[in-house]
């Protein structure tokens, strides 16, 4: 049984930068589908960034171009390095892993009722 842990948010001004990161206790290969998905006060959540076995990402369009997702195998964690950070980028964030999403559907397209396992989640708050 995979657990995820969560760490990296915090508060930070608009343009700059976090990392959050997301450790995975139990094997993640090849076969899992990762990523990370953020929710706002009142608003539903969201993907954000995925990351499929095959290694191909994707990103929603808010966060194109700023947001990077990665995986370092030998640690068994997975980035999202956040640069040039905007007041809507505001929320609460949650890793989230399933073995069950095909790499072709790994894609923020995959809805959050599609992931068996989360972790606790880390604020990230932006001020502008």
């Known amino acids: 049984q995979v657990q995820l842990v969560e760490s990296g948010g915090g508060s930070v001004q608009a343009g700059g930068s976090l990392t959050l990161s997301c450790a995975a206790t139990?094997?993640?290969?090849?076969?899992?589908?990762m990523g990370w998905f953020r929710q706002a006060p009142g608003k539903q959540r969201e993907a954000v960034s995925m990351?499929?076995?095959?290694?191909?990402?994707s990103y929603t369009d808010s966060v194109q171009g700023r947001f990077t997702i990665s995986k370092k195998n030998g640690v068994n964690t997975l980035y999202l390095q956040m640069d040039n950070l905007k007041p809507e980028d505001t929320a609460m964030y949650y890793c989230?892993?399933?073995?069950?999403?095909?790499?072709?559907?790994?894609?923020?397209?995959?809805?959050?009722?599609?992931?068996?396992?989360w972790g606790q989640g880390t604020q990230v708050t932006v001020s502008s």
């Open positions: 989230a892993a399933s073995m069950y999403i095909a790499s072709p559907h790994c894609t923020v397209a995959a809805g959050p009722a599609e992931f068996g396992t």
């Open positions: 139990g094997p993640t290969g090849s076969s899992y589908c």
């Open positions: 990351l499929a076995g095959t290694g191909t990402t």
